[in-house]
């Protein structure tokens, strides 16, 4: 039975912890022996659970003392011995390393889901030399990505594998009466156009840009209110900076949200402002849910969107930019209407779970396993 143990720092309802779980559900149902571990435990984090209810052995590492920490995991991969040990977050990379040494794991392989810069920013580059330069093989998102990693590692087995999204679970729903029944929930009131956004609240995803664009459009006379869903360490102030910016009654921040794919259904533009991103999964959420996107150009929002057909794509993240193409974009339904249905067409043709998980597999095998089949068993 082919195996693979994945280490993350944590599980919350992020995008690449929903990437890991979508993954290790797949590689489950195609009978592989699937264990991840997580440096999060004791936090209840998002994920934990359906992890678990798959039947998926779970590590959580509640230490903070590294060598405890790496003791615990080493005791629970000799537990569930494993092929491959991937490493899914930039600073679990070590751990990945001494524990596929300590156990004899044949193939450590590691992920890089942002930049570069971000990642070296925070580990430190001695860190990041040590866990990469061990890496028999590293994985990546984004193209840009990929790019920064040949440069720096031109021998090392580098692979691109794009976010895959489940269409097969979306369940189906009436959009415009999902819309109205939400939008009346959360009190929006009749004709008003929200721009929308989903994200953790951190300064690297800069939704206070957003918010100064929201008060330029309103200043401009538009009937136009903003919902930020998410939650983090800068909420506060987001909202603080929105009561003093908006008008009355026009800033909705309901904080975190379980399912939020299908709360997007309020939105009438969704907004990436990002100062750095991999792939955004919340862009290619938004455009399989069918809106228009407007975004800054980060990461592989270019593979994603085509700019003016697929979406759009800011040339700066200056807030008049961005309040003006918002403008732009709603004052033309016509035009926004046909970038959404583009947009969600490329979406569920190039970006589905199925492919992601084959070029993984793919991947595994290239970097020295040998698999007992190419793909499914």
């Given amino acids: 039975m082919n195996s693979v143990t994945f280490i993350i720092g944590q599980l919350i309802l992020g995008g690449a912890e929903k990437q890991l779980y979508l993954l290790v559900r797949e590689l489950h149902q195609r009978g592989w022996k699937v264990s991840v571990i997580t440096l999060h435990g004791g936090h209840d984090d998002y994920w934990e659970g359906p992890i678990r209810e798959l039947g998926v052995p779970l590590c959580e590492v509640t230490t903070t003392f590294r060598l405890r ?34 156990t004899g794991t044949p193939l450590c392989i590691g992920s890089q889901r942002s930049t570069e810069q971000y990642t070296i920013h925070t580990l430190g580059f001695i860190l990041y030399w040590l866990s990469y330069c061990c890496f ?19 021998r090392k087995e580098i692979c691109y594998i794009p976010n895959g999204l489940d269409f097969e679970n979306t ?8 819309r109205k029944s939400l939008r009346e929930q959360f ?17 690297a995803k800069r939704f206070d840009l957003l918010i100064e664009s929201v008060r330029i459009i309103q200043q401009n006379g538009m009937n136009c209110g903003l919902l930020i869903i998410g939650d983090g360490p800068l909420k506060s102030q987001l909202y603080t900076k929105a009561e003093k910016l908006l008008q009355k009654d026009t800033y909705f921040f309901p904080g975190f949200i379980r399912d939020a794919q299908k709360y997007m259904l309020m939105f009438d533009v969704f907004c990436l402002t990002s100062d750095y991103e991999g792939t955004p999964n ?23 969107i085509e700019n003016g057909r697929t979406g759009v794509i800011l040339p700066s ?27 969600k067409e490329k979406i569920v043709r190039e970006y589905t779970l199925s492919n992601m998980t084959d070029q993984m597999i793919d991947f595994y095998r290239e970097t020295g396993i040998g698999l007992k089949e190419k793909r499914d068993l």
Avoid: C
């Fill in 171 to 178: 369940a189906a729903v009436s959009i415009e009466s999902e």
């Fill in 136 to 154: 028999k093989g590293i994985t990546v998102n984004s193209r840009f990505g990929l790019q920064e990693l040949q440069k720096r590692w031109p």
């Fill in 69 to 102: 920490a790496i003791i615990k995991m080493i005791a629970f991969v000799k537990k569930h011995p494993t092929q491959i040990i991937h490493s899914w977050s930039s600073f679990t990379g070590l751990y990945a390393v001494v524990v596929a040494f300590f």
């Fill in 282 to 304: 919340v862009i290619m959420e938004a455009l399989a849910g069918g809106l228009p996107v407007i975004s800054t150009n980060v990461g592989d929002v270019s593979e994603i």
């Fill in 187 to 203: 009190e929006i009131p009749d004709g008003m156009i929200v721009v929308g956004a989903v994200g953790l609240m951190v300064q």
């Fill in 317 to 343: 993240n200056d807030p008049e930019v961005i309040a003006r193409s918002i403008q732009e974009l709603l004052s033309n339904p016509e035009w926004a209407k046909r970038i959404a249905n583009d947009g």
